[in-house]
């Protein structure tokens, strides 16, 4: 109904509603890569320690790169 009345508001409506969720998504894959660096880094360091299984470390490590792939 307001496309009707002004169709190209409407379209600039769209299209800063795109631009907002395109910002939205590039700042949550931010987050998303630093989490995972940290996390990395974490288990990396976790790694070393002593009673720490260093295959099950390995595995979180991969299961982490393969996060990261996406």
Known sequence: MLAELNPE?????LA??????????GLLHEVEAEMTAAARREVIAARSRRGV???AADRVLRRLDLRSVR
């Open 9 to 13: 508001g409407a379209v600039e409506d």
């Open 53 to 55: 299984d260093p295959a």
């Open 16 to 25: 800063d509603a795109v631009v907002a969720r395109s910002k939205r998504i």
